[in-house]
């Protein structure tokens, strides 16, 4: 039998090269479309913010998805042969669109100017382009190109892979708006976060596991929960929890804030002075203290409002209100004082119940908006404005709210300021009504009139040489108090200045005395305080509200309609409360910085000391010394404005550094010949360039020499390390330029790293100013 030894070959099939390539390639597009679509976002929504132009959610996503697959397709030929040319066609595109849009862009860029120069005006008090004026609202040519030079020079730092400036330049939008003290959505944190964590697969797609896939979208979940659930729910429950736990965070802020042992703290009263304490709101609520201190914020929010409709002048969110003062404290009215003097004359609890709600009557009901304002916990007042009325909320005297656990306020309001006033009369009610209003007028007369001739009478003596007021009618009209706030104001503003930086109050000196006379400054609850006695002086009825001022240009459209923002700590304002015949209670701002004659002008709120403006002392006099708490408040506020204005400034420095480097990376590539039209002008190229650099390195000078005569002379005159390198360089470079050679890679790469050594030999041999020159000088190198 003849056998045959079977023999067995093992077969094995690989996956070849090329699929995985694919799927590389198709990974690394995919992430590098969603980093720039990110990184888009986060531009455009920081422009919006700060410039406030007039795009809808499907522009800006769709803006975004333009240069998304922009970009993505752009790097994903990175390493295609014909990328330069693309590269430079692309921007050649933008550039002849930049050309024929030139007028466009001009005009909303020097307009973009005018909206910095208000806001850096308003945060600092600086004039970085005077004469400019923000008057071109839709700005999205400007936006379009901004955003484009933002992605070129991501792209480039994805394209070097300089992942540090990849970072800095992410958090280039969000560093402005900071700056510029623009209130910031958490979804502006997102979208730079989600760009950060795809930079690996679009940068290296093949060195990306599966697990990495997993961990992406963890990352992300992971900070949206910590943004909207963690912080917000879990926080306020904390602090609130233990009270000891509170202060001991808050002890330890101090100490970071002001340093050991100097943290501002509840002085004891010393000598005649009164004791001071921190300026709050809302803890206040059966009084109010009238202290030096400068109020210290965290900017958390406070509260969430919508509304139907956007506002044209500030809208004053009623707190605290107070009747009497006497020895730096305000008290509130109470509430049963009007029910009592109301049955007196005859009517019900219910109907003087409703004297709160009926100014909102009183206009026409196209000019009424829809309220609604979302609270972290139940507010001990109503917060509505004048005038107002709230759903499920019985109004009251203090406006105090009481046995109510709901976080949300909602109602109908109007509001109301001297200017609007003329839109709102009480006399077109019933004869009724009109009884309900005369008595409650009657009552306010009585209740709001009265003033204290120890605490004011330092100001009487110039109160008699005002034509206003030694001219005053007993019952005056709503003519009347217009001239009458116009001349207190006039009367405030000079004599006194906006400052947070006071001196201790002495108990024995009349707030008037302190602040027209003496210090000739204060802030928002001393200009209300001394306005609304004032008021009484001059006969009109006049009460303190301290509360929040929401500026209109702080309210965004949220896509339906309403227009919706977050009134943060920092917004916390003092104002006084004056009645009139026709409109009943109205706000006046009394603090200076604002006017009410001009219903673009705005108020001034009690800003942090990191956003109070310069304390102005009163030239005649010396520089007063704070007390502890406000002299530290002061210095951290001044060391705030130094650290905003050296960010600023580093953020300058940066887009100049950036601008810089890119331009230096270009004409370095250029020198590298990467933008030649072939491999032989590219090794001529990088030739051409190792010869200025010999000159410069060792001082060759050669002076009008023929072709062949400067090459033989250079060669005489370098060292004899690179008279061999050069003569076969040279024999190379003059067989390509004459000959029929063509140069092949390796040797352009050989060429290429020759001249990078010998570039990185002669920099680092300098040292100190000769260093310094030499590099600026290799900018060109």
């Known amino acids: ?3 045959k030894k079977e023999q067995h070959f093992q077969l094995t099939i690989k996956t070849g090269p090329a699929i995985q390539n694919r799927r590389a390639y198709l990974f690394g597009f995919f992430c590098s479309f969603l980093l720039f679509f990110f990184a888009c976002g986060s531009f455009l929504l920081n422009f919006c913010l700060i410039f406030s132009p007039d795009f809808s959610f499907p522009s800006m996503a769709g803006l975004c998805t333009l240069f998304g697959l922009s970009g993505a397709l752009l790097f994903s030929l990175r390493k295609n042969s014909s990328f330069a040319l693309l590269f430079l066609a692309a921007w050649g595109i933008l550039l002849l669109a930049l050309f024929l849009l030139r007028e466009d862009f001009s005009r909303q860029f020097f307009s973009a100017a005018g909206a910095v120069e208000k806001l850096v005006n308003a945060v600092y008090g600086l004039r970085l382009f005077p004469g400019y004026q923000d008057i071109v609202k839709d700005k999205w040519i400007l936006c379009f190109f901004f955003a484009a030079f933002y992605l070129l020079l991501l792209f480039l730092t994805m394209l070097w892979k300089k992942r540090t ?10 560093l402005c708006s900071y700056l510029l003290e623009v209130n910031m959505p958490l979804m502006l944190f997102a979208l730079p976060l989600g760009a950060f964590l795809l930079w690996r697969g679009a940068v290296s797609p093949q060195s990306v596991s599966r697990l990495w896939l997993l961990t992406v979208p963890l990352q992300g979940i992971l900070f949206l929960a910590a943004a909207w659930l963690f912080t917000p729910m879990v926080s306020p429950w904390l602090f609130q929890s233990s009270e000891a736990f509170s202060d001991r965070i808050n002890a330890v802020g101090n100490q970071l804030l002001f340093g050991e042992g100097s943290a501002p703290s509840v002085s004891s009263a010393q000598g005649n002075e009164t004791t001071t304490s921190g300026f709050s709101y809302e803890p206040q ?12 914020y965290t900017s958390q929010t406070v509260l969430s409002i919508e509304l139907s409709e956007t506002v044209s002048q500030t809208l004053y969110l009623r707190g605290f209100v107070g009747a009497d003062y006497e020895s730096f404290q305000w008290n509130p009215p109470g509430d049963e004082e009007w029910f009592t003097y109301a049955q007196s004359m005859g009517f019900s609890r219910q109907q003087a119940q409703d004297i709160y709600s009926l100014p909102v009557f009183a206009v026409s009901a196209e000019n009424v908006l829809e309220l609604s304002m979302d609270f972290p916990s139940a507010p001990a007042f109503t917060y509505l404005p004048l005038a107002g009325q709230g759903d499920s909320i019985s109004l009251s005297e203090s406006n105090r709210l009481s046995g109510r656990s709901s ?4 109602g109908q309001v109007f509001p109301l300021t001297l200017d609007t006033m003329g839109m709102v009369s009480l006399e077109n009610f019933s004869q009724s009504s009109r009884g309900l209003v005369n008595a409650y007028e009657s009552f306010c007369r009585s209740r709001y009139t009265s003033w204290d001739e120890n605490e004011m009478g330092s100001v009487l003596e110039e109160l008699n040489q005002l034509p206003v007021y030694s001219s005053m009618p007993e019952i005056p009209t709503d003519q009347d ?10 009367f405030l503003w000079s004599h006194a200045t906006y400052s947070l930086a006071l001196e201790p109050f002495s108990s024995d000196t009349p707030l008037a005395q302190e602040i027209l006379y003496e210090q000739r400054a204060g802030f928002c609850i001393h200009f209300a305080t001394v306005g ?4 009484r002086m001059y006969g009109i009825p006049a009460r303190y509200v301290s509360g929040y001022a929401v500026l209109p240009d702080s309210l965004s459209e949220d896509g339906q309609g309403n227009f919706i923002g977050e009134v943060r700590d920092s917004r916390a304002h003092a104002w006084v409360e004056i009645y009139t015949q026709n409109a009943g209670w109205v706000p006046v701002e009394v603090t200076p910085g604002s006017s009410f004659s001009a219903p673009e002008t705005t108020p001034t709120p009690e800003e942090t000391p990191e956003e109070s403006p310069s304390p102005k002392n009163n030239p005649e006099e010396p520089a007063f010394d704070a007390g502890n708490g406000s002299k530290n408040a002061s210095l951290l506020g001044t060391a705030a404005k130094i650290i905003k204005g050296l960010l600023f400034s580093a953020l300058f420095l940066g887009i100049i550094f950036l601008v810089l480097l890119f331009i230096h990376r270009l004409l370095f590539r250029f020198r590298l010949g990467y933008y030649a039209g072939n491999p032989t002008q590219a090794y001529l190229t990088v030739f051409k360039n190792l010869i200025k650099l010999w000159e410069l390195e060792f001082s060759i000078k050669i002076e009008n020499p023929l072709e062949r005569e400067y090459f033989r002379l250079l060669s005489e005159k370098l060292p004899e390390s690179q008279k061999k390198d050069f003569t076969s360089l040279y024999a190379e470079a003059e067989a390509l330029a004459y000959g029929q050679e063509k140069t092949t890679p390796k040797k352009l790469r050989n060429l290429r790293r020759f001249y990078l050594a010998q570039r990185k030999n002669y920099l680092s041999g300098k040292k100190g100013p000769e260093k310094l020159r030499i590099l600026l000088i290799s900018l060109f190198l």
């Open 285 to 296: 609520t059966d009084s109010q203290s009238i202290t030096s201190n400068p109020p210290v």
């Open 481 to 490: 108090i217009q001239n009458a706030a116009e001349e207190i104001q006039n």
């Open 1 to 3: 039998m003849n056998m």
């Open 165 to 174: 400036l990849f970072v800095l330049l992410l958090g280039v939008p969000i």
């Open 532 to 535: 609304a006695q004032l008021f």
């Open 407 to 410: 976080q949300r306020v909602t």
